[in-house]
C-alpha cells in the first residue's frame, strides 16, 4: 500500500508538470480592446485649420566654369513643387529656359543650356510665387489602403529595409494591433521619438539607422535617417509612406535670407541654413499627410507648420532622389541664395 | 556618363543643423558608359557594361589605380544599376554574373567629354558581364503568342538628371526578332543605327538621351517557367468588436518560408488590406476599422505572392468579451515548477523514511558497554 506521503508528492507533481505545460501550450487568442472610446463607424477627416502663407521666393546661384576651355553646359535647377498643401508659380527667371522636366515622383526641374568661357561666372535666378499651407487636420476611422496599393507601394528601397529582421519585430510590436494606418503612424512616430539620438550625419539609411546604444536599441541619426526609419517601418505596416525633401524656415520673420557658399575645400552654410527631410503617409480619402517628427520633441500627423517648403519626393525611385537646387555636369556652383520675402498671409 | 562624388553636396544640403560637416577631399570624375545587351533565344538578356573614368578636362583617368580600384569594388551596386535599366526592383531579379569586373585593355568606349555634339573613344575599360531572365524583370509583358515588350529605362538619368548612358547598343541573337520600338521623350535624338538585328544610340548629352526605350520583340517558342508557389497561409478566425468597430482576423503561416501576407478585407464601400509578415508556422492577429453594422457580411481574403492562400466570409456578430486568464502564463509556470518541486520534495522525504525502515539489525551498530551497569 502507498503511503499517504509519496500519493501527495506524485499529485503536486503530476499537477506542477500539467501546469507547466498548459502555460507553453497557451496561445494568445486574442487583443485586448484598445481605443474602446470610439462610437463612430464612418471614417471622419475634417481640417481643424487651413491657413496660407504666400512668399515670394528669389532663388540665386552661382556658377562658374573651373576649366582652361569655354563649356557649353546644361545646367538643372531645382523648383519647389506642386503639391498637396503647396503651390508653385514660376513668375522669372534669368535665363530661358531650354526645357522643364519632371521626374516620376513630381520633382520638378529647370533646364538651362548655358555657354561660359574658362574662368567665367554667371548669375542664375529664379523668382517664384510660392504658397504654403499650416493646416491641421483630424483623421478617425480611416481605412487601410487596398490590396493592389499595399502590392505595389509599400515595397524596400535602397534606404527603407523591410525585409530586416529588427524592423519586422518593431512593427509587430508596435504596429499589428493599430487599429487604423493613421494610429499605427502615430505609434511609429512615438517609437522612433522614444528611441532618438539625433546626430547630424550623411544619410546612411534605415538599414544603418539602427544601433545598440548603452543597450538598448537607439535610432542614429538626423532628420533623413528619422525620415528612412518612419518609412520603413510604415511600409512594413502596409502603409504608404515617402520622404519629402525641401528647406525649414528656422526664422519666423517677413524676410528670410539662407544660403551656402563654397570654400577651398568645403561649403559654408549660414546660421539660418534648413535642409529638411520629413515622411509623409497616404490616406485614402486625404491625400498625401505630411508627418514631422522633429518639431517641438512630439508626433504631428496633419499638423503641418508653414515653416516646410517642398523641394521634391522620394517614393518610386529605387535608389533614391537627388536634390541638388542648381548642378550641371561641368559648370561648377559656388553660390546658393534663398530669399523668402513674405507678402501675404 | 556618370558622375561621382557629387553626394557629397546632396547629403550636405539635406542636413537639417547649421553646423557645417567637414569633408575630407575627395578626386572628382566622370564615367563614360557604353552598354551592349545581347536579347537571346531563350528569354535572356546578356548585359555587358563598359566603363571608363576620366577627369573634367577628358583625360583618361584608367591609369589611375585608386579610381579603378574603386569602380571594380563597387560590383554589387553596378549590377544593382544594371539591373535597374530592366526592372524597378533588383532583389525581385533572376540573373548570374557571367564575367566579374575586370579591366579589359582591348574594349573601347565612346563618349562626349565636353565638345559638344563629338564622341571621343577611350582605349580600356572596366567591364561587366551579367545574364538577366527577362520573366523575373518589371520590364516584361508579353502582348500575344511569342510577342513580348520590354521596356528598358535608362537609370542613371532617372537618378540624377545631370546623367545618362553614353552609348546604349542592343542586339537581337538567334530566332529573336525586332518588331517596333519606341524611345521617349519625343525631343530625344533618333538610333544611329536601326535594322532588324540592332538597335545603337549614340548619346553625345542628357537632353538628346532617351530616358526610355521600348522595344517589341518576337521571342518564338519560348516557355518561361513560373515560379511555384512557396507562401503557405490561413486564416484561423476572426472577432467583431462592435464597442471599438474593429474586425480582428488571426492569420497564421502554415508554410515552410518566412514572408509578407496580404490580409483583404472586404466590406460595403471599402476594401482595405493589412501586410503582416510571419515566420514558418507564426500567426498573428490584426485589426480593422469596420465601417458597416452588426449583422452585414464581409469577406477576408489572405494573400502571398500574389496568390489568394484562403478565403472566408463573415457575418459581423459581437462576441462576448474575451476573458483573459486571470493569470498570466508566467505565473501559471511558476506556480506549476514550485508545486513540481514540493512534490519532488515530499517523494524525497518518503525515501528517506523507507531507508530508515529498511536498515537491517546486522548491520546496526554494536551496543555500548558501560562498565557501571
Known sequence: MLSGKLVAGLVLTIIGVAMMLWSFSIQPQSFRDVDLNITFKEARIEYLERHSYTYVLEQSFLLRNPSNNTVVDLVYMWLPVNASNQFVKLIWTSL???????????????????????????????????????????????????????????????????????????????????????????????????????????????????????GRLTVFGDCEEVADVFVTLARILGVRSRVAHGIYLLEDKDVVTMWMRRTDSDFELSDNWGGHAWPQIYVPQVGWVDVELLEGNTVKIGDFSQYHVKYGFEEKNFLGSTMLYCQAMYIETDAYYFIFRRVQS | MKLRKIMMLVLLVSTLASLTLSTKPQLNYLVALNMEAEFMNNGIVRVTLKQHPFDASGRSLLSNRDVISEIMDEEDSTVSLMLLFFTSDPSKAAYHIVSHSKLDEDAHVLCNTGLPGVMDQFEGAVTLTIEIFLNTTSSFARLDNDVYQI??????????????????????????????????????????????????????????APDNYVLTLEIPGIVFSSVARRLKAEILGARFSNVSSSLLVNIRNTGDERGFFIVVLSEAGYEQARKINLNPGESAWVRFPIHVEEGEEVTVRVFGDKEQLGEDVLILKTEAPVEFLPINTLVLR????????????????????????????????PPMWNPSS
Open chain 1, 96 to 214: 530661358t529656359p531650354l526645357y522643364r522636366k519632371s521626374s516620376e515622383d513630381g520633382v520638378e526641374i529647370l533646364v538651362y543650356n548655358i555657354s561660359l568661357p574658362a574662368g567665367g561666372a554667371l548669375w542664375l535666378n529664379a523668382t517664384l510665387q510660392l504658397t504654403v499651407e499650416e493646416y491641421r487636420l483630424t483623421m478617425d476611422n480611416t481605412p487601410w489602403l487596398n490590396y493592389s496599393q499595399v502590392r505595389e507601394n509599400t515595397g524596400g528601397k535602397r534606404y527603407w529595409a523591410v525585409e530586416n529582421q529588427t524592423y519586422l519585430s518593431i512593427a509587430r510590436e508596435i504596429g499589428f494591433e493599430a487599429r487604423d494606418p493613421v494610429s499605427a503612424s502615430r505609434r511609429i512616430g512615438e517609437w522612433i521619438l522614444d528611441h532618438l539620438d539625433y546626430q547630424p550625419m550623411w544619410r546612411r539609411g534605415a538599414e544603418q539607422a539602427l544601433i545598440i546604444e548603452n
Open chain 2, 151 to 208: 521596356a528598358i529605362v535608362d537609370y542613371f538619368t532617372l537618378r540624377d538628371p545631370r546623367s545618362w548612358i553614353d552609348v546604349i547598343d542592343l542586339r537581337f541573337k538567334g530566332d529573336v526578332k525586332l518588331l517596333n520600338f519606341s524611345a521617349d521623350p519625343s525631343w530625344s535624338k533618333p538610333p544611329s543605327v536601326a535594322n532588324s538585328t540592332r538597335l545603337q544610340w549614340l548619346n553625345t548629352n542628357e537632353a538628346d
Open chain 2, 334 to 365: 511558476s506556480i506549476g515548477l514550485i508545486l513540481v518541486m514540493l512534490g519532488v520534495f515530499i517523494i524525497i522525504l518518503y525515501l528517506q523514511d523507507m531507508r530508515k525502515e529498511q536498515i537491517p539489525i546486522s548491520e546496526a551498530p
